[in-house]
Every structure is written in C-alpha cells, then in structure tokens.
C-alpha cells in the first residue's frame, strides 16, 4: 500500500442552495457532468457529508481554475450518499472509506467503484464526563456507529483500548453480540454515526468518527484514545472518491481526485480539518480497486 503524506429532490435543492451561496455556477436537478450554461465549463456534481468544511471551498475554486464547476451537495449521514450516486442524482462523492462502500456494494448488489483516495483518518473514543480511559466507570456504557462496517471498527478499537473483549478475536466483521460482557468493563449501545458525538451527554464515552468531530465542538487533541490509521490493516479504511462503473475512467473526475490530492492549499486544509490527523493518501487507483474486490469478496462469504 502507498502511502503519501433515493430520489433525493431535498439534496438537489442543498445543492441549489449551497451553489448560490458560494457563487458557483447555477444548479440544475440533472446530474452527469452537463455543459454550465453560462461559463461553458463542465459541472461535476459531488455528495459529501461536510460542505461546510473550509477546504471544499478551496477545492472547488481549484478546480474551476481547471475549467471544472463543482456542486456540493451536502448529507448528514452516510446512508444517502450511495443510493443518490447510484440513481444518477450525483457524479461523485467523497465521504466514505472503501469498506462502507464494498459493503454498500454487496448489501444492494451495486457496483459503485473508488476512482481515487483521499486519506486514512484514525478513529477515537470521546467524552465529556471523563478525562482519561480509566475513569469510565465498570459497566458504563460507549456508543458505537451502527452501520456495519465502522461498527466493527470501532469495537476494535474498544478491544484495543481494554475497555470490551471480542469472542471472535476482532474482526472486520464484529458485531456486539462478540462481545464478552463477562470480560468487558463496559457496555457496548449503537446509534447512527452522525448520532455519537451528540449523545456523548448522555452516555460514557462515543467512537466518533473524524466526520463529526469538529461539528461537535470536539477537537481530535481531546480523544481518548484513537487507533493506528498507518497499520496495514487500516488500508480497508482508505477514505476514497466513488463513481458509477461506467464512469471509472471518466477524465474530468480523475483530474478532481488530481486536485484534491496535489492542491497545496487543498492538502493542507484537509489536515488542519482533521486536526493534523489525516493520514493524506496518493494509493493507486489499482491498488484501491483491489483492496475494494478483496473487501467486497470477504463480505458476499460473511453473509454467506
């Protein structure tokens, strides 16, 4: 691995929105790269989860530079972003790491492809009633996201910091039922992802991953403790822009990734974004799709 430094009208209209607010070019309810009407460059529609985040702006005007018009369209969770790619509402996004894609892939029988990576981001627990891991109290309970795949990531990084024991060892496939409650300090309770950060009032501590973090009011300094994203098992959560099959070597969508991932300005916002956290990738587009088919392989035999 390389490393280097449905039918959504509501969606449409956050585009709408959000391309009068940051002056680029007017929105239209197709998708698909159309012609701008005005400037004549090429739209590339992009669902993320985090518009607001100060580096999309730099990134967009990167690549109207490059005669590209980029429309955010902005979703807070994860489970819209696939299903609007796939139905053609969006040409790209970026918001998900290979293994929640691989296993959106094999859950809809889809085959949405990752054309370019954007970083490894490490994943923390958080809290606000306790300052350190061993002050949560024995039979406390931490929040874990509830879609599969940063599920099991997340209950590892639990067993890792002591605070939960697995039966099956670990897996990309955890789930809480491998939790050896006889064994574990705490109590394991999912929730939406986009939900962990704002129960952290009311629970013990929360796995929360990098993209709610700030929103929080949290910062990535104050993490309790956070996994390796260097390790090699953390290639699966290679965070990557994703297309439709028929638009893998789409050339407009790869000089965006090109962008994101060669911007000075770009490269610089995403770390300060991530608190110096990210791990800010370059991995070839092979090797990702290979990590991808491996990914997806190992999920069709775990549902059997």
């Known amino acids: 691995m390389t490393f280097t430094k449905r039918g959504i009208l509501a969606a449409s209209l956050t585009a709408c929105a959000l391309a009068a607010a940051t002056v680029l070019a007017g929105c239209s309810t197709d998708a698909g790269g159309a012609e701008g009407a005005d400037s004549g460059s090429e739209t590339v529609r992009i669902g993320v989860v985090g518009a607001s985040d100060a580096y999309w702006q730099t990134f967009t005007d990167a690549a109207a530079d490059e005669g ?174 994703a297309a439709r099959a028929d638009d893998a070597e789409n050339e407009t969508y790869a000089k965006l990734v090109e962008i994101y991932q060669t911007n000075e300005e770009v490269q610089a916002g995403v770390a300060e974004n991530s608190g110096d956290s990210a791990i800010l990738l370059d991995t070839p587009v092979a090797e990702l799709r290979e990590i991808q088919t491996d990914a997806e392989a190992q999920i069709a035999e775990s549902k059997g």
């Open 68 to 241: 590209i018009t980029v429309e955010l369209v902005d979703f807070t969770d994860y489970n819209q972003p696939n299903p609007a790619l796939s139905e053609g509402e969006l040409d790209l996004n970026q918001f998900q790491h290979i293994q929640y894609l691989a296993d959106y892939n094999v859950s809809n029988d889809d085959d949405l492809v990752t054309i370019g990576a954007t970083a490894i981001y490490p994943l923390g627990v958080f809290s606000t009633k306790h300052d350190a891991l061993e002050d949560i109290p024995e039979g406390g309970t931490v929040a874990v996201p509830s879609d599969p795949s940063n599920r099991a990531r997340a209950l590892n990084v639990l067993q890792a910091a002591e605070l939960i024991e697995l039966t099956d060892g670990g897996t990309l496939f955890s789930t809480p039922d491998d939790v050896d409650t006889a064994k574990s300090k705490v109590q394991v309770t999912e929730m939406d992802a986009s939900f962990t950060a704002t129960s952290l009032a009311d629970v013990d501590a929360a796995v929360v991953n990098n993209d709610f973090v700030t929103d929080a009011g949290l910062e990535f300094s104050e993490a309790l403790y956070q996994d390796d994203p260097s390790d090699e098992g953390a290639k699966y959560f290679i965070n990557i822009f």
